[in-house]
């Protein structure tokens, strides 16, 4: 290999590191990001929870006795409907950091391959002439 494929060569693996860099810096931000957007979300869906109760008890006040089967009814539907959000909320959430730590692997394989094959280019490591 002369002098001129190393070059470019070297110029196309500080590249790929470069914009391994980027990708790096948009999944930390990202992952950082995730986290507080999904908790407040849940505490948005334990807002709605605690309303969906209160409402049911303030009807039941307003009547003067217990809840009519088709109140306690509804109310439960509600809360399955909040409480099946948390659920898809956490999963999601899950889902994310699943897909961003199988990707952080990749680029760190990928940094240390152009890392090595700058190594053995400049001549640094593995020289044994």
Request: hydrophobic content about 40%.
């Amino acid at each position: 290999m002369n002098q001129l494929d190393k070059e470019e060569l070297a110029k196309i693996i500080v590249d790929l590191i470069c914009s391994n860099d980027d990708v790096r810096g948009a999944v930390a931000a990202a992952a950082l990001r995730c986290p507080n957007i999904v908790r407040e979300n849940l505490y948005e869906i334990e807002l709605a929870k605690c309303e969906a109760v209160n409402e049911f008890f303030e009807c039941e006040f307003e009547q003067g006795g217990f809840a009519n089967e088709h109140q306690r009814k509804t109310l439960a539907g509600r809360l399955q409907e909040l409480y099946s959000d948390q659920r898809s909320e956490r999963i999601t959430l899950w889902k994310d950091i699943s897909g961003l730590r199988r990707a952080l692997p990749e680029s760190a394989q990928q940094y240390l391959a152009a890392f090595r094959k700058l190594a053995i280019l400049s001549g640094e490591r593995g020289d044994s002439a």
